[in-house]
Structures are given as C-alpha cells and as structure tokens.
C-alpha cells in the first residue's frame, strides 16, 4: 500500500520497490532519494519534449498539477536538450510532490516538489530550476561543499535566460529582484580559495 519513487529504474514488487540507477558518473548527493507515501500518489501526464515523457506523481493537497505551466515546462525541457544534449536518464521524467524541507530537489529522474509550492507563487520557476538540474548538478559530482553554490547558481541563471528569452520578463524581473534581496541578507559570499 506505500508508493515509492526513487531515481533510476525502479520495480515495484509486492512487499518492496528496488531502484537500480546504472547511469555512470550520476552524484552521491542527489542519486539517493527516496520517496515514500502511503496510498500513493494522484499521476497526471503533463506531456511529452521530444522521447521524454513527464508526470506529475501529486499530493491532492498541492493543486501542482493545475499550476504547472505544461507547454512552458516541456519548452524549457526542449531549451536545455538543445543547448546540452538530450536528456540523460533516459525516456521519463517523473516529478513528486511532499513535505519537503526545500521548495525542490532534484535527483537523477525524479524532482521532489514541496507540496506547499503553489502558495509560494513560483512554481514554474521552481520546475524549471529543477529541471536545469537534470544537467547541471546531476552530471557531476561536486569537489567540495563551498562548490555547492555554482550548481544552484547555473540552475538559476538557466531558468533566468529561459524566461528572458521566452517573453517572461515578469518571472525574468522577479528572478533578479529575488537574487539580489537574498543577497543583501546573505551571511556569507561564496568566493574562490586561491
């Protein structure tokens, strides 16, 4: 009666799910992640970019699969195929939606959404942050902690462009706004060693 979502290929049997992620060089730090629910989830198909099919595996509470600008979603899916290659796990894309600590989390395949996302008021930028992930962060593993921030900061700038290119100036104005309020009440600046 648990649902699980886990990156990679995953079998559900009777009494367990196994997950197999066979892409090589994919990262520690978001490869394992694992989500559970009892019951499961409501699935909505938002579509398909190219051969990657992408659902939405949804939390009733959420009302994700109504706010989800889907012909945006699939554009910006297509934008980072052509600009990085085809997407790198295969044929699906799946994202789920929880009580997350994050507004998101991307792992190889999977994206974890938090169920309070739409009240946020930037749910597609949310998604498509998450997505760049798919390329950005979830090809490489990062040397160390500080370098944290360049793939957040590529996730972003990515979703940026997206929406400057893609006659979205509100979201592209709100993007930057954000960027710089959070920067005037950072604690800390993220600045190379050497």
């Keep these: 009666?648990?649902?699980?979502?886990?990156?990679?290929?995953?079998?559900?049997?009777?009494?367990?799910?196994v997950c197999v992620l066979d892409h090589?060089?994919?990262?520690?730090y978001s490869s394992f992640g694992v989500m559970a629910l009892a019951g499961g989830w409501r699935a909505t198909e938002l579509g398909a970019a190219?051969?990657?099919?992408?659902?939405l595996h949804?939390?009733?509470?959420?009302r994700l699969a109504e706010s989800i600008d889907r012909p945006r979603l699939l554009g910006f899916l297509g934008f980072m195929a052509e600009r990085f290659g085809p997407y790198p796990y295969g044929d699906t894309l799946r994202f789920v939606s929880g009580p997350t600590y994050w507004s998101g989390f991307e792992h190889p395949g999977n994206v974890a959404l938090a169920e309070t996302?739409?009240?946020?008021?930037?749910?597609?930028?949310?998604v498509r942050h998450e997505v760049?992930?798919?390329?950005?962060?979830?090809?490489?593993?990062?040397?160390?902690?500080k370098d944290f921030v360049w793939k957040e900061s590529m996730a972003e700038y990515l979703s940026y462009v997206f929406e400057d290119e893609n006659g979205l100036p509100d979201q592209a104005r709100t993007s930057l706004t954000v960027w710089?309020?959070?920067?005037?009440?950072?604690?800390?600046?993220?600045?190379p060693d050497e």
């Design 132 to 145: 760049a992930h798919q390329w950005a962060g979830d090809q490489t593993t990062v040397a160390a902690v």
């Design 1 to 17: 009666g648990t649902e699980v979502f886990c990156p990679g290929t995953r079998t559900a049997r009777e009494t367990e799910t």
């Design 180 to 191: 710089r309020d959070s920067a005037a009440r950072a604690d800390h600046y993220p600045v």
């Design 50 to 55: 190219g051969s990657v099919r992408v659902t």
């Design 117 to 126: 996302l739409v009240a946020g008021g930037r749910t597609d930028h949310t």
């Design 24 to 28: 090589r060089g994919a990262p520690t």
């Design 58 to 62: 949804d939390t009733p509470r959420s």
